[in-house]
């Protein structure tokens, strides 16, 4: 069994600040990639960020300089630290974990959530 849950969403004004986190637990061998998604009313759902197990990151244009991506592979957790919000960052964000459980001899892609980021005055 593997468990994906994303927490630290919430409402901030424009030019602030959130921290998001990710943690995959369960029967987990390895994770490779993991990223974070999001998905605002009407758009259709769009890479943020990602990191390798190795630490290489990739970011959207439109949030590269603002948002940092992190991950702790002991915690099998991944962070996105966002700054300089602005309303058009409001979506629902989404973690995506690329793991190998136990036995199963390859990766899939396991998803949390979501977790709601409101940037608003």
């Known amino acids: 069994q593997v468990q994906v849950v994303e927490s630290g969403g919430g409402l901030v004004q424009p030019g602030g600040s959130l921290r998001l986190s990710c943690a995959a637990s369960?029967?987990?061998?390895?994770?490779?990639?993991m990223g974070w998604y999001r998905q605002a009313p009407g758009k259709q759902r769009e890479l943020v960020a990602a990191?390798?197990?190795?630490?290489?990151?990739n970011y959207s244009d439109s949030v590269k300089g603002r948002f940092t991506i992190s991950r702790d592979n002991a915690k099998n957790t991944v962070y996105l630290q966002m700054n300089s919000l602005k309303p058009e960052d409001t979506a629902v964000y989404y973690c995506?974990?690329?793991?190998?459980?136990?036995?199963?001899?390859?990766?899939?892609?396991?998803w949390g959530q979501g977790t709601q980021v409101t940037v608003s005055s």
């Open positions: 995506n974990a690329d793991l190998m459980r136990y036995y199963s001899g390859r990766y899939y892609s396991y």
């Open positions: 369960g029967s987990i061998f390895s994770i490779n990639v």
């Open positions: 990191i390798t197990s190795g630490g290489s990151t």
